[in-house]
């Protein structure tokens, strides 16, 4: 608990300073700098194109498809077509700043278009379920031509994952009756979170998608934990929820102080599963690229202390980089144990 008032704590004194930073650029000023707040702010957030580098004042990037649906049309084109946001096309325009910064925008009405477009966390999500599918498929393939032999290659890296979620997760949260029923999910919620976690950390394509430090994401995964604990729950479950335990019956009669305590247990178990998650990945980020930002900040003062200020950033982004290995696997860990825990307490029988 603490460690996520903590994290929260940065995130929003990060968001401030970030704030305060985009505030500042849009004051006049005769050469536009270095904005630390808007490149970290734009390496976190979702966008409608792949961006790669920065050759000078030219931006190279991927485009991703753009569908749009307006007034009855669909319209689908590829996100090259508005230049960066420079320029309109077929009546719409990508905000650059302003309240729908980020947003694609009907340029005659001002409305917003219902956005199904591939952005770059839905492009980040089906690359990495891609290489996920590629990988277990020929583990599958390998135990199936290996059968009885000892596992190899890939096969040896991943099979003590596989086992640890199994055993120590699964197993140990569930019980031994229970366990298989939920153990896809699992071992898919587990893998799904680490690669892309990993894949988070690369910074060029395909890799520097903040996609599980996007709430949306992490919300959705909550969900299914939500919704596979509240349809797996058993009388015993709900009993212990309405009529706890071992609470004096005052807690209880007239006003149902206990019960409404745990009803609401139910609702924010998922929700911290989802603020966990979101948290501590979209806090390494920015810590990262705030070390990064620090060598601009102080170039753009002194190029002397700028190279000096280099060698202390690069060392701690390098060790917050190392850091973040180790977070990876932590918070797959914890969302995937967790969402265990709530399992068997769902399905746990009456003693």
Not at 109 to 128: Q, Y
Not at 219 to 244: E, P, R
Not at 297 to 306: A, L
Request: proline share 5%.
């Amino acid at each position: 608990m603490q460690r996520i008032v903590i994290i929260l704590a940065i995130l929003f004194l990060s968001f401030q300073f970030l704030a305060a930073s985009e505030k500042d650029s849009h004051e006049p000023s005769k050469e536009e700098g270095f904005n630390p707040g808007t490149m970290i702010v734009e390496h976190v957030i979702d966008a409608h194109e792949w961006h790669v580098m920065d050759i000078g004042h030219t931006h190279v990037s991927i485009p991703l498809p753009i569908i749009l649906y307006y007034d009855g049309k669909l319209d689908i084109f590829l996100s090259s077509k508005f230049h960066h946001g420079h320029s309109e096309y077929k009546g719409y325009n990508l905000e650059i700043e302003g309240e729908n910064k980020g947003k694609i925008v009907h340029v005659e009405s001002g409305e917003l278009p219902l956005d199904i477009s591939i952005t770059k966390n839905v492009a980040s999500m089906l690359i990495s379920m891609i290489l996920i599918s590629i990988i277990f498929i020929s583990i599958g393939k390998a135990y199936t031509k290996r059968k009885g032999r000892a596992p190899k290659g890939l096969q040896s890296f991943l099979e003590p994952l596989i086992l640890f979620i199994r055993d120590d997760v699964a197993k140990a949260s569930i019980g031994e009756k229970r366990y298989e029923k939920y153990l896809p999910f699992l071992l898919t919620l587990f893998f799904f979170i680490f690669f892309n976690n990993l894949l988070g950390l690369v910074p060029f394509f395909p890799g520097g998608a903040n996609l599980t430090g996007n709430i949306a994401v992490t919300g959705v995964m909550a969900l299914f934990t939500f919704i596979i604990t509240t349809f797996s729950a058993n009388k015993n479950y709900w009993i212990h929820i309405v009529n706890t335990p071992g609470v004096p019956w005052w807690l209880k009669i007239p006003v149902p102080l206990m019960p409404i305590v745990e009803l609401l247990g139910v609702f924010t178990k998922p929700f911290v599963l989802m603020i966990r998650l979101f948290a501590n990945i979209t806090a390494g980020h920015i810590i990262v690229l705030g070390f990064m930002s620090l060598i601009f900040i102080f170039g753009n003062i002194n190029v002397g202390i700028g190279y000096g200020v280099s060698v202390v950033s690069v060392a701690f982004a390098v060790f917050m980089g190392l850091l973040e290995l180790l977070v990876a696997f932590i918070q797959a860990y914890v969302f995937t144990l967790l969402s265990a825990l709530y399992f068997g307490m769902a399905t746990e029988e009456h003693h």
